[in-house]
């Protein structure tokens, strides 16, 4: 039978700070949770605060809330549990992880058995998580995530009253979706889960925060509406819990308010000192003060990541957004800068800053391709694309597959674009519908709000180029179904429609762009002149 069973409102934090012997803490607002334990009444308190922290992903601080709950009661078994799930990082960003977060992990699994557990609950959770680390030379990353949501899902079904447990089988489920399902199986699965129990716990970070990325896809996005508006302010001291919201505006297209959360998010991360989480945001923020036309906002920004490079500390215990998220957000601003504006030239001349995911290093890479090649620049363009394959190889050889992927259709739309500007225009409408394929057959990382360019989008363009209008609006409009709100896919729909002679649809898109870019720069891009000629706008 468990030893306490304390129900804390994490959000008081000044009987954590006596038991770690600092002085009173200012309080943070994290949520409400309780994970019954068998630990000491001391400990309980502590223990329930780092797993509210471990539920908005703040590995850091929840690291440190598991080391203080030990110092409280060092026989809590469970506190290692938390340890090694904090040590896995992020579970939805892609890549393997490093040797050096599998040796944390490992590390406390084993602390956790030689401590043992005083229940078997207990005992559950942390053979469910050894699962993660204990096979790791052996059995591939995809393999053992499989196995630890098979795991979770036994230890819900075995413990039917405790949330945590379906909690954090939920966020297996969803973690361990496959990117090419488009049926989206498991996270509908971990969606029922978690809307069956949120409403009789309307103050759990977990439930908002893991809602959101369950339904973090197209079709999906708009079921989370409700999460994103409610989990900023259940958390609102977690720079996280601020940021998370704009994943689900970005999808259905709510820029302002996907500038307005990461403008707070930003803020709250300067002030915890979390440079990627920061950058990552920025990131966010970029793309939407983009689509929205407010393209000297987003020039600011770009200006400002200098500044925030000196706050990012890659080597520093990760908060929810891992260093590659940073690294990412470096060389994703200022590509997108260059290519949402269709200042060909200004990417052609972006400069890659080498990073250690090779991945962030693609983006510039690409950037620098199709600037080049739709300026008629082709050894430029050859250059770029030749480090693009080499880059693939890299990610090959580290069986590094969804990024592996991701730049191999880069590749295909970047050697499209040169095709097409060396007069091959055939094979530059075949490649670039190859790239459009592949793309749709996967799904964007959570670590950015959406593709640099999206390949359909830029067949749409190339079509338009090629004086098909009509199958450019349809590539534009399909592309909508997954970008919704894009201003260069709406901007290029409206385009395609009034040379195909549909005035009707091109004033319905020349609207739509009017409205999305109504905070915009005055008098804005050049797409705006004819969309209010056209729509009869001001």
């Known amino acids: 039978m468990l030893r306490h069973s304390l129900v804390v409102s994490v959000a008081l934090v000044s009987l954590v700070s006596r038991l770690q012997g600092q002085a009173t803490a200012p309080a943070q607002q994290l949520g409400t949770v309780h994970f019954a334990t068998s630990c000491s009444s001391a400990a309980q308190?502590?223990?329930?605060?780092?797993?509210?922290?471990?539920?908005?992903?703040?590995?850091?601080?929840?690291?440190?809330?598991?080391?203080?709950?030990?110092?409280?009661?060092?026989?809590?078994?469970?506190a290692y549990w938390g340890l090694a799930l904090s040590a896995w990082g992020n579970p939805f960003a892609p890549g393997i992880k490093p040797e050096k977060q599998i040796e944390s992990g490992l590390d406390a699994v084993q602390h956790a058995r030689a401590t043992g557990s005083r229940t078997p609950r207990e005992a559950d959770y942390v053979a469910a998580v050894a699962l993660l680390y204990e096979s790791a030379r052996s059995l591939d990353q995809r393999s053992r995530i499989v196995a630890y949501q098979n795991a979770m899902s036994a230890v819900a079904a075995r413990y039917p009253d405790d949330i945590e447990a379906s909690l954090f089988y939920a966020l297996a489920l969803a973690a361990s979706a496959d990117p090419a399902d488009k049926t989206y199986a498991n996270q509908l699965k971990a969606g029922a889960?978690?809307?069956?129990?949120?409403?009789?716990?309307?103050?759990?970070?977990?439930?908002?925060?893991?809602?959101?990325?369950?339904?973090?896809?197209?079709?999906?996005a708009?079921?989370?509406?409700?999460?994103?508006?409610?989990?900023?302010?259940?958390?609102?001291?977690?720079?996280?819990?601020?940021?998370?919201?704009?994943?689900?505006?970005?999808?259905?297209?709510?820029?302002?308010?996907?500038?307005?959360?990461?403008?707070?998010?930003?803020?709250?991360?300067?002030?915890?000192?979390?440079?990627?989480?920061?950058?990552?945001?920025?990131?966010?923020?970029?793309?939407?003060?983009?689509?929205?036309?407010?393209?000297?906002?987003?020039?600011?920004?770009?200006?400002?990541i200098p500044q925030i490079v000196t706050r990012f500390d890659p080597t520093r215990p990760a908060s929810a957004a891992p260093p590659e998220a940073g690294y990412f957000a470096i060389a994703a601003m200022p590509a997108r800068y260059a290519l949402e504006r269709g200042s060909w030239r200004d990417a052609a001349q972006l400069t890659v800053k080498k990073s250690p995911f090779p991945y962030a290093d693609a983006i510039t890479h690409f950037a620098r391709a199709l600037g080049a090649a739709r300026l008629g620049k082709t050894v430029t363009a050859k250059s770029a694309i030749a480090e693009l394959q080499r880059i693939r190889d890299e990610?090959?050889?580290?069986?590094?597959?969804?990024?592996?992927e991701q730049t191999e259709?880069?590749?295909?739309?970047?050697?499209?674009?040169?095709?097409?500007?060396?007069?091959?225009?055939?094979?530059?409408?075949?490649?670039?519908?190859?790239?459009?394929?592949?793309?749709?057959?996967?799904?964007?990382?959570?670590?950015t709000p959406g593709p640099i360019a999206p390949a359909r989008e830029l067949l749409g363009e190339m079509l338009l180029e090629m004086n098909q209008p009509a199958e450019a609006l349809k590539q534009f409009e399909r592309t909508l179904k997954t970008e919704s709100g894009r201003f260069r896919t709406v901007a290029g729909a409206a385009r395609a429609a009034m040379a195909a002679g549909n005035r009707s649809t091109a004033r319905m898109y020349y609207a739509q762009l009017l409205k999305i870019s109504a905070r915009g720069d005055k008098p804005g891009r050049a797409e705006l002149i004819p969309a209010r000629k056209t729509a009869g706008g001001s």
């Open 45 to 78: 308190p502590v223990f329930n605060r780092a797993v509210a922290l471990l539920h908005s992903f703040e590995f850091r601080n929840a690291i440190e809330g598991f080391n203080a709950t030990l110092k409280a009661d060092p026989s809590c078994g469970i």
């Open 193 to 220: 889960i978690l809307e069956g129990l949120v409403r009789r716990y309307p103050d759990h970070p977990g439930f908002a925060h893991y809602i959101i990325h369950s339904y973090d896809f197209p079709p999906l």
């Open 222 to 304: 708009a079921r989370a509406l409700n999460a994103a508006h409610r989990y900023s302010t259940i958390a609102p001291s977690v720079p996280h819990a601020l940021h998370m919201p704009s994943h689900t505006f970005t999808r259905v297209g709510r820029w302002q308010e996907s500038i307005d959360t990461n403008r707070r998010s930003t803020a709250a991360a300067r002030r915890e000192l979390s440079g990627a989480e920061e950058l990552h945001a920025a990131d966010y923020m970029m793309y939407a003060y983009l689509q929205t036309g407010q393209d000297r906002a987003a020039r600011a920004l770009r200006e400002s």
């Open 409 to 447: 259709i880069q590749i295909l739309g970047a050697s499209a674009w040169l095709a097409y500007a060396e007069g091959r225009k055939v094979e530059a409408v075949a490649t670039m519908r190859q790239a459009a394929e592949r793309e749709d057959a996967t799904d964007k990382s959570g670590i």
């Open 395 to 404: 990610l090959t050889a580290r069986n590094e597959k969804y990024w592996t």
